[in-house]
């Protein structure tokens, strides 16, 4: 395989899955329909495959297969605190392991790896595993290569999430456990496709759409909004707990134009693509909370341009609880932060 080829489920990553695979994505829906609720002679009414994409389904068989030794390693209470970390299931970085244990290191068996695979593409949209695949093997070496996984809370039983980590990844499943946040919390993605130093059309760059989609408004902007937009200093990149209605720089939303505004609608739908569905209406709804996308400013930084092209790699758009950061230089990292109060906390590492 070439540094640049997705890979799948079938692929190096799980050796031994390829001719099992089949058989075993039946058995988890058939086991997701008992542990949802949903009575086994509704399949054909409902489709083959409604059950298996609601991945908190496969968290509560994953966490049921789990030896006490490995719940040990990598199950913890809902509250738990990380003396060296805090609350360890708000935690977000950019390259951090949740717990020790790598997914393909021996510690699960294959079956569980299947399972977590599932997980995770449940929480992805179809239309980019591929890609993220992509930014593992460019980032990582590959899905389960360099990544971990957490439970909090019992599935099942309680309130739970689920919550993997790795280079340019910290992802959430949490059943919206997690009350007045998008995706159970804080969550980071990034890339780097070829180089640390990307060049300014970051070539091979799976999310350098979403900053195309961003610099696309910047060149609707008149002479006076481009100097309202423009922020000379891009702020340290995990700096993003919600200012509330705290004075932001940047152009406020509010004052652009209609099609200006449709075309910052068009980036946010770019934004929350990635995503299943329920992950997508949630962002929508803790925006709709505070006042939409006019309640949001956005912001272009001028420093980092990397080129001195003025296609802008380093941009946010913000509200009084939401943030989406996006550094582009030298590659990609994309800190989120949503939700449908300010007053809730960041718990951040760059």
């Known amino acids: 395989m070439t540094r640049n080829q997705p890979h799948f489920l079938e692929c190096e990553s799980f050796p031994d899955l390829k001719r099992r695979h089949f058989l075993q994505k039946t058995a988890l829906g058939a086991a997701a329909m008992a542990v949802s609720g949903w009575p086994s002679d509704t399949r054909s009414a409902v489709g083959e495959t409604a059950p298996q994409t609601l991945p908190e389904t496969i968290v509560k068989l994953l966490y049921d297969s789990m030896t006490e030794q490995q719940r040990a390693e990598v199950c913890f209470g809902w509250d738990y605190i990380d003396p060296r970390r805090g609350l360890l299931r708000t935690r977000v970085s950019n390259n951090w392991n949740v717990t020790d244990p790598e997914i393909n290191s021996g510690f699960y068996t294959d079956d569980q790896r299947a ?127 919600f200012r509330g209605q705290q004075e932001k720089p940047g152009i406020p939303v509010s004052e652009l134009s209609p099609d200006q505004r449709d075309h910052v609608q068009g980036v946010l739908h770019k934004l929350i693509e990635p995503y299943r569905q329920s992950d997508r209406d949630e962002v929508v709804a803790c925006l709709d909370a505070q006042g939409g996308l006019d309640q949001c400013h956005l912001m272009f930084y001028t420093d980092n341009d990397i080129g001195d092209d003025r296609v802008w790699d380093n941009w946010r758009l913000e509200g009084p609880a939401f943030v989406w950061h996006f550094r582009g230089s030298p590659h990609v990292h994309v800190w989120v932060n949503v939700a449908d109060d300010p007053s809730v906390k960041l718990n951040a590492h760059g």
């Open 115 to 241: 399972m977590i695979r599932e997980i995770f593409e449940g929480i992805v949209h179809p239309d980019w595993h591929a890609r993220i695949d992509k930014q593992l093997d460019d980032d990582a070496g590959g899905f389960g290569e360099s990544q971990s996984i957490a439970i909090f809370g019992e599935p099942g039983e309680s309130k739970f999430e689920f919550v993997m980590t790795g280079r340019h990844m910290t992802l959430r499943c949490d059943g919206n456990s997690a009350d007045h946040v998008a995706f159970g919390g804080p969550i980071f993605y990034g890339h780097a496709a070829e180089d640390f130093h990307e060049e300014s059309h970051h070539p091979g760059n799976v999310f350098w759409e979403q900053g195309l989609a961003a610099n696309s408004v910047y060149q609707m902007l008149d002479g006076r909004q481009r100097q309202l937009a423009e922020v000379a200093r891009s702020p340290d990149e995990g700096r993003v707990g």
